[in-house]
């Protein structure tokens, strides 16, 4: 059976902590650990015995909350602010460096690949 939330289809078979972590950009395990206490559900429950009227309270609780587009423009406009300022962290993420104090000497990659979000900004 799968299950659809927000647009998003889940198997039957999945956990609904793990599969809301996953499924959702801004939703960690914490996050989905605290929604399903707040609605009261087993976190370990299988998506397929959700009834209609918690999988309904699941979808008004996440349209609340600021997950995927809105959680990345948060991202985005937090890093827009550090480089408008001109703070060091702002400075690294325009030269797409890594912005944490991580050795640059050999493996800089992944930072280098991630911030590069926009150079003229």
């Known amino acids: 059976m799968v299950v659809h939330i927000l647009g998003k289809a889940f198997k039957g078979k999945e956990v609904i902590k793990i599969a809301l972590a996953s499924k959702f950009y801004g939703i960690g395990t914490k996050t989905s650990e605290k929604l399903c206490s707040k609605l009261g559900f087993y976190p370990w429950m299988r998506m397929?015995?959700?009834?209609?009227?918690?999988?309904?309270?699941?979808?008004?609780?996440?349209?609340?909350?600021?997950?995927?587009?809105?959680?990345?423009?948060?991202?985005?406009?937090?890093?827009?602010?550090?480089k408008k300022i001109g703070s060091y962290r702002g400075m690294r993420h325009t030269l797409g460096l890594p912005a944490r104090g991580q050795n640059t000497r050999n493996n800089a990659k992944t930072a280098r690949k991630l911030n590069k979000i926009d150079r003229r900004g």
């Not at 918690?54 to 587009?69: A, C, D, K, P």
Request: charged residues 25%.
């Open 48 to 82: 397929h015995q959700l009834s209609e009227p918690q999988v309904m309270s699941i979808t008004s609780e996440l349209s609340n909350m600021t997950i995927e587009g809105d959680a990345r423009a948060v991202v985005k406009d937090n890093i827009q602010r550090l």
